[in-house]
């Protein structure tokens, strides 16, 4: 046995059964939007300071401060919120 196959053997024995659904997962969501902002932010280091400059003062004041410095642990929280609580199913489930 490769140890490519030991090792597809090894994941797939520990993937959840909807494993295949796993877009459609709150938590899966907020990661992804997590990586994207991340990767935007480490591709081009000057634009959010830009962004943030751009923004209007009156808005910017309304939003605290330590907010600007919090938001990856904000996500990460929102993530393990999302994972542990049930869902409502919606109409076109």
């Avoid at 490769?2 to 990661?31: E, G, P, V």
């Avoid at 410095?69 to 919606?90: N, Q, W, Y």
Wanted: aromatic share 10%; net charge positive.
């Amino acid at each position: 046995m490769t140890l490519l196959a030991k090792w597809r053997a090894w994941l797939c024995a520990r993937l959840i059964d909807d494993w295949h659904r796993a877009y459609t997962f709150s938590s899966i969501r907020l990661a992804a939007i997590g990586a994207l902002i991340e990767a935007f932010v480490q591709a081009f280091p000057g634009t959010a300071s830009d962004i943030w400059n751009a923004m209007p003062q009156d808005l910017r004041a309304l939003l605290p401060a330590w907010l600007t410095g919090s938001f990856p642990i904000l996500l990460l929280v929102a993530i393990a919120v999302a994972r542990i609580t049930r869902k409502v199913p919606t109409d076109g489930q």
